[in-house]
């Protein structure tokens, strides 16, 4: 049986129900989880309510990003003309294309309708569902940085679960592929932050200890 994967993540169960029930109605198997995006409340400030995460089977992966692109695609008449994307430039409209993992199936199919209606020539590399979704890595800004090597000397624990989870995080995309979610660099600076932080956790252990033996 295929592993299941995060498809997509929502902030309450009535963001989720399209999906669910597209799910449903083409019998593809999927489990719900509730979890907190942890790591992106200490790096990227996003919200720590709960999430709803969607998994499904990593092999129907591509089936469900063609059953949401036809379903977008039925969509995309009497659109309001008032729809934010028809005041992207053409190049906005591109990046949309480009940036799978960040834009839904509607949006992407109507990017690609606003352009044709243009008669703007689209990048054969942006035609959806093809190849692999691109994602780039995040990566940890020194403001950020610079305070976690602080906490990490001082604070038992802090830099080991910081460290870890940043070089174990993993990002799973829309074409089912799981990579690494943060880039080397931010990794290499997790190793140290990891380090540093069995420090004062050694301390925190033996050094009631090495006082009592004095």
């Known amino acids: 049986m295929a592993e ?3 498809y997509s993540s929502f902030h309450s169960m009535p963001e ?24 992106d ?11 709803i995460s969607v998994k499904i089977p990593e092999d129907r992966f591509e089936d469900v990003n063609a059953l949401l ?7 995309l008449t009497d659109i309001n003309p008032d729809y934010y994307l028809f005041s992207f430039s053409n190049q ?22 606003i352009l044709s209606d243009r008669k703007i020539d689209i990048p054969t590399n942006t035609e959806i569902g093809t190849d692999a979704y691109s994602y780039t890595p995040l990566h940890i800004e020194k ?3 610079i305070p976690e090597y602080i906490i990490a000397v001082l604070i038992p624990y802090a830099g080991i679960v910081t460290g870890l989870a940043t070089l174990y995080a993993y990002k799973t995309l ?12 931010s990794r290499q600076h997790a190793k140290i932050i990891l380090a540093l932080g069995v420090l004062p956790t050694v301390y925190y252990y033996l050094g009631p200890l090495v006082y009592l033996l004095r």
């Open 4 to 6: 299941l994967l995060t």
């Open 69 to 75: 692109l036809s379903k977008a695609k039925s969509q």
């Open 143 to 145: 403001g950020w940085l």
């Open 41 to 51: 409340k200490i790096y990227i400030g996003e919200s720590i309510d709960p999430m």
């Open 92 to 113: 906005e409209l591109i990046a949309v294309t480009n940036n799978r993992d960040e834009w839904n199936h509607f949006d992407q199919a109507l990017a690609l309708k």
């Open 174 to 185: 829309k074409s089912g592929e799981k990579v690494k979610m943060y880039d080397a660099a």
């Open 16 to 39: 989720a129900q399209e999906l669910i029930d597209l799910l449903e109605n083409s019998k593809i198997s999927f489990q719900l989880v509730h979890e907190k995006g942890l790591l």
